[in-house]
């Protein structure tokens, strides 16, 4: 696993940790989203490139909390990050490419940034990711 300069966040390489929780490659996209979302207490599925993702991942870095970041366009095999952003467009009911970021909390899915925001505003944001470990204070 690699540190992102940016973030000062886990940064997971499209090779995966050491092969294991990869997401390049075969099998169900669900799945592999199933099990990179339990490995930390806070997992986020980005584009590089989109302003939303950046937002969400300087909220969560401002917050003190240091998320898993999943770069899915980073992805060796591209066709598996495409299966793995069409796969979370399902998850959350998204109907475009604007499905991204998603985050997941404890491994339990949170939502794409309007829930993650609402959650924030909302003030129970602060309590899951105290429940997940994720955050102390």
């Known amino acids: 696993m690699y540190q992102t300069e940016s973030w000062g966040s886990p940064y997971v390489p499209a090779s995966g940790r050491n092969g294991v929780g990869s997401y390049a490659g075969g099998g169900d996209p669900f799945e592999r989203i199933e099990q990179l979302a339990a490995e930390s207490a806070v997992v986020i599925f980005s584009i590089s490139s989109c302003c939303m993702c950046h ?3 300087r909220l969560f870095c401002g917050m003190g909390v240091n998320p898993t970041v999943y770069e899915l366009d980073q992805a060796g095999d591209p066709i598996a990050g495409k299966e793995m952003e069409m796969a979370l467009m399902r998850l959350i009911g998204a109907s475009s490419a604007a499905a991204l970021p998603v985050v997941f909390v404890g491994g339990k899915l949170v939502g794409a940034m309007d829930r993650v925001m609402a959650s924030h505003i909302n003030g129970t944001l602060v309590p899951l990711l105290k429940d ?6």
């Open 55 to 57: 937002a969400i991942k």
């Open 132 to 137: 997940a470990g994720a955050l102390w204070l």
